[in-house]
């Protein structure tokens, strides 16, 4: 089985079973991203417990290279800051524009539809939806 094969199955498993999809209605903030390209639309909420994300969230619906990265999205920032998390998010846009590497090993998977540049606001749209969350003062 080869590593890009392995990244497929990750990016489905998320696709499939999503983490953190849920009611968003107890948010601290919520902002929402779109692509009618591709007609992805969602929404990703974030609650902060001592300036930490204890809660991610997202809901809405798009396609499979969208909802997995929204999944694997909120795995990866519950519990950091919100500066780790902004940090986080920059080193997507940086690795899915060409630059840099992998943030974080557990989003590798995403090497998969890395060489698509269509699929590159599918990925994006979640964390750039977060980094907008983040920016709301509390």
Sequence with gaps: MTDKSIYKDVLMDHYRNPR??????DADAVHRGTNPRCGDDLEVGINLDNKMLSKVR????????????ASMMTETVIGKNKVEAHQLAEGMKSWFGGQGECPVDALRALEAVRGH??????????????????RVEY
Excluded: H, T
């Excluded at 997202?58 to 997995?68: D, K, T």
């Excluded at 540049?117 to 983040?134: G, T």
């Design 20 to 25: 953190n999809k849920s009611d968003l209605s």
């Design 117 to 134: 540049s269509a699929r590159k606001r599918c990925v994006l749209l979640a964390w750039q939806a977060l980094d907008d969350a983040l």
């Design 58 to 69: 997202f809901r809405g619906r798009g396609c499979s290279v969208c909802l997995a990265s």
